[in-house]
């Protein structure tokens, strides 16, 4: 299970979702190019599969629990599909050497992710799960730092900053299940810890970037209600409803933080053209 390429995968998650028999797969139709990538675009893509790594390792844990298992299926899935489209999209973008080998890197720990979490969830795979993903989430920052080098706009580290806070919002809901799942070591009550410093610290960040358009502050408005929630579920013991609670407002605030970066991402390519 281990040797899974992304192609496996894609077909494996195109069977249990039902898909393959709407989207048959076609090496022709996958060899097809796609709409050149701009650089705020590429640092988008890289940096979300930083948040994918965490998300699929959090609805992982999250199906030990019993927790909306469905769900968490879901997620597992769609998240395999997003990582699997992003690859093939920053692939096929021509990048340079060093960003290719960063790319076959974050796929090998990719695939090894999700040749765990395709198994039935169970508790004696959590360690494993985590220790994967977060191999997967230093592949990913490493590829989204490299094309942000690649930038001469300041502003480009704006998008790599929104960006991030996607990840710290599934990685702070992951600690929380770990925890509950009978994990409650000093590494993770770290983690959990630490995650929701850094939000905050982003939230401030962004709130002062000049980039901000009036649109986008109206949406870091909303981000930080919506993080106000979460936060408080966060803070809560881990009762049934607490579980279901950080379940809800961790996705919440990641679809916020998730339209927040393509906002900056769209900001900037106005500011590049």
Do not use: C
């Amino acid at each position: 299970m281990h040797s899974l390429s992304l192609v496996g995968l894609r077909r494996r998650t195109l069977l249990q979702s039902g898909s393959a028999l709407l989207i048959p797969f076609s090496p022709w139709a996958a060899a097809q190019p796609k709409v050149p990538l701009t650089l705020s675009m590429a640092i988008n893509r890289a940096g979300k599969m930083r948040a994918l790594s965490q998300r699929s390792s959090k609805a992982y844990v999250q199906s030990t629990l019993h927790v909306l298992p469905d769900k968490a299926r879901d997620i597992m899935l769609s998240t395999q599909r997003l990582v699997t489209g992003n690859l093939d999209e920053l692939t096929t973008a021509g990048p340079s050497a060093n960003v290719r080998t960063l790319l076959q890197t974050l796929e090998k720990d990719s695939a090894a992710l999700f040749a765990l979490t395709a198994e039935t969830p169970r508790k004696d795979g959590l360690v494993a799960v985590t220790r994967a993903a977060d191999v997967m989430l230093e592949s990913a920052d490493r590829l989204t730092k490299a094309y942000e080098g690649l930038s001469q706009q300041s502003s480009a580290k704006i998008v790599n900053l929104a960006g991030r806070q996607r990840m710290l919002s599934q990685r702070a809901a992951r600690a929380f299940f770990l925890i509950a799942a009978g994990q409650d070591t000093p590494a993770f009550n770290k983690q959990l810890a630490t995650a929701r410093i850094e939000f905050n610290q982003g939230l401030t960040t962004l709130q002062a970037a000049p980039i901000s358009t009036p649109s986008i502050r109206n949406e870091l408005e909303l981000a930080k209600s919506q993080w106000t929630f979460y936060e408080a579920a966060l803070s809560k013991t881990a009762s049934a409803e607490g579980l279901q609670n950080v379940a809800t407002t961790s996705e919440r605030v990641f679809e916020v933080m998730d339209n927040l970066t393509l906002m900056y991402d769209a900001a900037l390519r106005d500011v590049l053209g």
